[in-house]
């Protein structure tokens, strides 16, 4: 897969903290910059989308935050954007566990998790991630989404 990550500026780009209301925020900020760019009839796959992937990248980082630094933890925030990729909508969700890859899983009939990704995959036109090394050498992890 390519990666998507976009090159002029997003339309939208928050840094989430750690918080399940950031889930409600990162959908709401999504379907007015979808709305933004021409995209109003794709708001309900991208809000399904999106809150999959913020969720993922919080319940990881909360995980993870109880083991790391307090310095760590300052910069270990999720960050999201919406822009247009090749004129489509994609999203991406940052987080600074390189480590912890997606995983598409193939869950029981009575899981209560486990399903997110298939949702994406089923949602996006394509989906993916990619890692990436910022000014300071700190990796993070992309997980992105081309709307169909």
Not at 6 to 34: C, G, K, M, Q, W
Not at 45 to 65: F, M, Y
Not at 69 to 91: I, K, L, M
Not at 97 to 126: N, T
Request: with cysteine.
């Amino acid at each position: 897969m390519t990666s998507v990550t976009a090159i002029r500026p997003p339309h939208l780009e928050l840094s989430l903290t750690v918080d399940r209301s950031e889930v409600s925020r990162a959908r709401r900020a999504a379907a007015r910059a979808l709305k933004d760019l021409g995209y109003p009839e794709l708001v309900e796959n991208a809000q399904l989308i999106v809150s999959e992937l913020v969720t993922n990248a919080l319940h990881l980082t909360d995980n993870r935050l109880s083991h790391l630094s307090r310095d760590y933890v300052a910069q270990s925030r999720v960050r999201f954007q919406v822009h247009e990729n090749d004129g489509h909508p994609a999203v991406e969700v940052w987080d600074a566990f390189p480590d912890e890859i997606p995983l598409v899983l193939s869950p029981g009939s009575i899981a209560e998790q486990g399903r997110g990704l298939h949702i994406v995959a089923h949602l996006a036109k394509e989906w993916g991630y990619v890692l990436r090394t910022d000014e300071i050498r700190r990796t993070w992890k992309c997980v992105w989404a081309v709307l169909r």
